[in-house]
């Protein structure tokens, strides 16, 4: 059995950092398109960062330059590291998991994370 468990999230002032983690149990990383996606109120989900089938990183626009997204594989365990944060990184954050060989796809359940003053 699959599951995707986040944590990390919580209320930070504009400005400020959080570090976000996806635990991964019953996948093997290599298998899958790992990624992190967030979705605001009144919005649809988006794909904030990910990993490509060779380990090289992608990122929204809007989080160039102030989000890392980085794995462990030892620990089968994905994080995202987010700076400078911004009111409109408001949403909640998801974990994704997604088969390279078949359709099979995994979501976490999601963790908060608010940015405000």
């Known amino acids: 059995q699959v599951h995707l468990v986040e944590s990390g999230g919580g209320l930070v002032q504009p400005g400020g950092s959080l570090r976000l983690s996806c635990a991964a149990s019953g996948i093997i990383f290599r298998n899958y398109a790992m990624g992190w996606y967030r979705q605001a109120p009144g919005k649809q989900r988006e794909l904030v960062a990910s990993?490509?089938?060779?380990?090289?990183?992608n990122y929204a626009d809007s989080v160039k330059g102030r989000f890392t997204i980085s794995r462990d594989t030892a620990k089968n365990t994905m994080y995202l590291q987010m700076n400078s944060l911004k009111p409109e990184d408001t949403a909640v954050y998801y974990c994704n998991a997604g088969s390279w060989v078949s359709t099979a796809n995994y979501w976490g359940q999601g963790t908060q994370v608010t940015v405000s003053s």
């Open positions: 990993f490509t089938r060779g380990g090289i990183t």
